[in-house]
């Protein structure tokens, strides 16, 4: 049979990680050995007092529905460690509990923005962004984050992107891929221009637990921005729950009541026992984030300063995250050549990166939720690859 397909699955996006962990899997089950550093994971086990709550409320009947918004207890929860994190007052009407973060994404771009709209994203960046974006019919319009500013937005070319038409912001700090972090100054002039041009700014800030250096800072803490913004955080990196799928937003009362109709009519709710151990993952005990965090800094350092041994390539310290965006543009090669080289012959599992947008070319980023045996080893596979990729160029 000949199917057909909606005309908006042809604008709908991937994501290559999940493409090279296949790839990847399928040379191990030839026998060939893979380190991985493509997916963005921590490799460390959910803190032990969250799975005791989520196999406690198993045991206890936690197997049914729940309201699509999510239950009070979490929302209650979530209100009171946003309220206190971001110093700004949030209600639990204003929070929606969603099975992952990645649904919050769609789920709000398809509320909030269509055909007419234009919405500014960081490039490179999360594809889910770009992807949700053109989906919903909107025009994506990059905002090229360079090397040379640290890879946070460059203000002046934000501002040339603005028309009447802009809808909303996106914004992801720290940021995957390249570990990048907006400055409190940043954010401010941000924010200046959402009221001013009366924009929506959607912010990720599913990383703003893995910060190595200074301190958080979000643009809903800003005056007058809470009633502007869209805050995106959630479970699987912080508390190594990726599998678990379970995040959140925080977001005006009216535009909550929306994206919760949206819940509704697309995944019902997030499972029960779930959200139950996401109430002790915010009130409970913080010190295997702290010990998780302290590894990924070690892990950080030893990756940098092993890409900028390599001749030829020169990579950044990321302040956040557990990503690193090394230049490779001296080889003159496209980066998913490069990539697929690597993994084909030195058994690197990494990403292009044209992966997260156009502006990433001539960049890689790999993943360092991976032990430091294993990186090290990667370094050393990587090292006698460039250097092969050199004499052969």
């Known amino acids: 049979m000949n199917y057909q397909f909606a005309e908006s699955m042809s604008r709908l996006g991937t994501e290559s990680a999940f493409e090279v962990l296949a790839k ?40 049914h529905y729940t309201p699509s918004q999510g239950i009070l207890p979490l929302r209650e929860t979530v209100a009171e460690y946003i309220g206190r994190t971001r110093a700004v007052d949030i209600k639990p009407e204003e929070v929606v509990i969603v099975p992952g973060g990645k649904p919050m994404i769609f789920l709000t771009i398809m509320t909030l923005v269509g055909p007419g709209d234009e919405v500014l994203y960081p490039n490179p960046s999360y594809p889910s962004y770009e992807s949700a974006i053109n989906f919903s019919g909107a025009k994506a319009v990059p905002i090229p984050l360079l090397e040379e ?66 301190e958080h800072h979000s643009v809903i ?32 009362k009216p535009i909550a009541e929306k994206v919760t109709s949206m819940v509704l009519n697309t995944v019902s709710c997030t499972s029960t026992f779930v959200q139950l151990a996401g ?56 980066a998913r050549e490069i990539a697929n080289y690597l993994l084909e012959h030195a058994g690197v599992a990494g990403l292009w990166g044209t992966a997260f947008g156009a502006w990433g070319e001539g ?14 080893k990667a370094l050393s596979a990587m090292k006698r690859a460039f250097a092969d990729l050199t004499v052969k160029a």
């Open 221 to 252: 803490s800003l005056p007058g921005m809470k009633e502007h913004t869209i805050l995106l955080d959630g479970y699987s990196k912080t508390y190594a729950m990726t599998g678990w799928r379970l995040g959140y937003g925080v977001m005006p």
């Open 363 to 376: 960049y890689l980023r790999f993943s360092y939720a991976n032990s430091i045996p294993n990186i090290e």
């Open 149 to 214: 500013k640290n890879f946070a937005f460059d203000l002046n070319e934000l501002k040339k992107r603005l028309t009447p038409r802009t809808k909303m912001l996106i914004i992801n700090s720290p940021s995957n891929p390249t570990g990048g972090v907006l400055s409190k100054e940043d954010l401010q002039e941000i924010a200046e221009l959402a009221i001013r041009h009366n924009f929506l700014i959607f912010t990720d800030e599913i990383y703003s637990r893995m910060l190595y250096e200074g």
């Open 24 to 63: 990847a899997r399928e040379m191990e089950r030839q026998g060939k050995e893979v380190i991985h550093l493509e997916i963005g994971e921590p490799d460390f086990d959910t803190p032990k007092n969250i799975v005791d709550a989520a196999v406690k409320a198993l045991q206890n009947g936690e197997h």
């Open 279 to 334: 109430i002790e993952a915010l009130k409970g005990p913080q010190t295997e984030v702290e010990k998780m965090v302290a590894e990924f800094k070690k892990r950080r350092d030893i990756i940098v300063d092993g890409l900028n041994a390599i001749p030829g390539i020169t990579c950044k310290k990321p302040q956040g995250a557990f990503y690193v965006f090394p230049n490779i543009k001296s080889f003159n090669r496209p």
